[in-house]
């Protein structure tokens, strides 16, 4: 049986009416970025083209959102995210998990948690003994991570923390063994060769390598950067017999109009299929053109031994 996964990104829905006294503090920094040049970047048009031609190429897809569905973490943008995600219901599921502007301050994970919860196998962002977060599809297991914190000012840094590590391992271990492929979800780039910028970077991303290398896992999906990456990485293999690899990848935010620095918004088509011997990924990525709407950007091909 194949499984099909649409992987999206930072789609930062627009920021709606905000109370003055929500902008105390460092939330002031975000609504005049909004407010100054981001709006003008992340359009609500482009990303209902996003999911107009996911609904026309893969209709019957899970679809996955690594972070960032909202900016400054106020209440009416929390409830214009679950507006938006109820009518997400034509996809065969969704399941999230939370970026750093989706925990822009430490009161966002209170105002969060009840929203997203439902996206993230009822995790709750306030509990951290609720990640990782396993949610199975077919013989796929969707682990979702949490690297959402209220980061100092003018920082957008992510973290795990040891525990959460802890029970990764474990739950890597676990859906290994019961043969499932193993696809790992996180805002920020989990790799330290990843990580350019030390102000966003996630600070235990040697920590969570170590882990994903020695415990295994098929595929990691992430965001944050806005930007298109595909990375390979050695991990162990359990029998001994050579040296397999896990594929990271990522896509620019789905929100993203053309013109600007950034790559204009994308998405990636995951299939994912099973030989006796072999997992096979085909993917394929597909961007917003100038003019022509969203073309197909490449397409290849990634084989895990299971």
């Not at 599809?137 to 973290?159: C, K, M, Q, T």
């Not at 910028?197 to 996630?202: Q, S, T, V």
């Not at 990691?220 to 050695?234: A, I, K, N, S």
């Not at 073309?295 to 084989?303: D, M, N, P, S, Y």
């Amino acid at each position: 049986m194949t499984i099909e996964l649409a992987h999206i990104t930072d789609p930062h829905l627009p920021l709606v009416a905000t109370r003055p006294r929500e902008l105390l503090g460092k939330r002031i920094l975000g609504w005049l970025s909004w407010t100054l040049r981001r709006r003008r970047m992340h359009r609500p048009e482009v990303l209902a083209a996003v999911l107009d031609d996911i609904r026309k190429k893969a209709p019957r897809a899970h679809l996955v959102i690594t972070g960032d569905l909202v900016n400054i973490s106020t209440h009416g943008e929390f409830a214009a995210a679950r507006a938006w995600l109820e009518g997400l219901e034509s996809f065969s599921g969704t399941t999230l998990v939370p970026g750093n502007h989706d925990y822009y301050v430490a009161a966002a994970g209170r105002i969060a948690g009840d929203t997203l919860a439902p996206w993230m196998a009822n995790a709750d962002i306030r509990d951290a003994t609720a990640f990782p977060f396993v949610r199975q599809v077919g013989d796929v297991a969707l682990i979702g991570l949490n690297s959402a914190y209220a980061a100092p000012w003018r920082e957008a840094s992510g973290r795990l923390g040891e525990r959460q590590l802890q029970r990764l391992e474990r739950i890597l271990r676990d859906c290994g063994q019961r043969g499932l492929c193993r696809v790992v979800l996180v805002h920020h780039p989990p790799l330290p060769a990843l990580n350019a910028n030390p102000r966003k970077a996630l600070k235990d991303a040697p920590a969570l390598a170590q882990v994903l290398a020695e415990a295994g896992a098929e595929l990691v999906l992430f965001g944050h950067t806005h930007r298109w990456t595909r990375h390979e990485m050695p991990i162990a293999d359990p029998a001994g017999r050579d040296t397999r690899l896990m594929h990271v990848l990522s896509a620019p935010s789905a929100s993203m109009a053309a013109g600007h620095k950034a790559p204009p918004a994308g998405w990636q088509h995951i299939r994912i299929s099973r030989t006796r011997e072999t997992w096979r990924i085909d993917v394929a990525r597909y961007e917003v053109g100038l003019k022509e709407g969203l073309g197909k950007r490449e397409a290849f091909t990634l084989l895990c031994s299971p």
